[in-house]
């Protein structure tokens, strides 16, 4: 099974606020798991992405945690700002595939 | 300089016309793809390009015919277009190193709307 499922589809936080998007995965092939950030107009840019060796990856606010047993992987935006309001997209994919499957996206609005 | 680029940015064009985007990559990648964003924001692949051979063709309709003049290049032609081909369409690009793939680089979209 190739999907890559995302929740929640949309998330208002407060300025400060931490935000949690949460992506689950049924492949264990899949060997690399980028996140990435699209504001409006823009395509998809990458933010962060982990291997299944690590178990957490942090760059600055931003935080990957890989449960590889629960086949489950997350982002969390620490002080969440306005600036950080975009359209986040979870993605996996394995050596030799030549593609990402992403997941369905989550709409998250941070308010000033 | 733009990594990787993509020509329109906008197209508008009727039912039953033929249309072609350009999309080019100056990062020196071996693997361009293209994808499409419903207006749902569903991102989805529909084919994928390795030193200009063709990988993956993901149940595309074959009135979408890329092609791959050199690997710097992938155009993306679509013939007879329909109402439901209206979506943003992105090219991408990548490199798979000693570890698998890593970070795909994306244009900034081509948005099509058949009227």
């Known amino acids: 099974q190739q999907q890559v499922k995302q929740s929640p589809q949309s998330l208002i936080v407060q300025k400060g606020g931490i935000s949690i998007i949460n992506c689950a995965y049924e492949n264990t092939a899949f060997d690399y798991f980028p996140w990435y950030q699209q504001f409006p107009g823009k395509g998809p840019a990458l933010l962060i992405a982990?291997?299944?060796?690590?178990s957490e990856k942090k760059e600055g606010r931003f935080t990957i945690s890989f449960n590889k047993s629960a086949k489950q992987f997350s982002l969390h935006i620490m002080d969440s700002q306005p600036g950080d309001s975009a359209t986040y997209f979870c993605?996996?994919?394995?050596?030799?595939?030549?593609?990402?499957?992403f997941g369905t996206g989550t709409r998250l609005k941070v308010l000033a | 300089d733009t990594a990787v680029s993509q020509t329109p940015k906008y197209l508008v064009t009727q039912m039953g016309n033929d249309k072609s985007i350009k999309c080019e990559q100056n990062?020196?990648?071996?693997?361009m793809y293209w994808y499409k964003q419903d207006s749902k924001k569903f991102l989805k692949i529909m084919f994928s390009y390795n030193n200009k051979e063709l990988i993956i063709n993901e149940t595309v309709p074959n009135r979408f015919s890329p092609k791959s003049p050199d690997k710097a290049h992938l155009n993306l032609h679509i013939n007879s277009l329909e109402l439901g081909d209206s979506a943003v369409y992105f090219c991408a690009s990548s490199q798979e190193g000693n570890t698998g793939l890593a970070e795909a680089f994306f244009g900034q979209g081509t948005r099509l709307t058949v009227v």
């Open positions: 990062l020196g990648h071996d693997t």
């Open positions: 982990i291997r299944p060796d690590v």
């Open positions: 993605a996996a994919s394995f050596s030799g595939t030549y593609k990402y499957i």
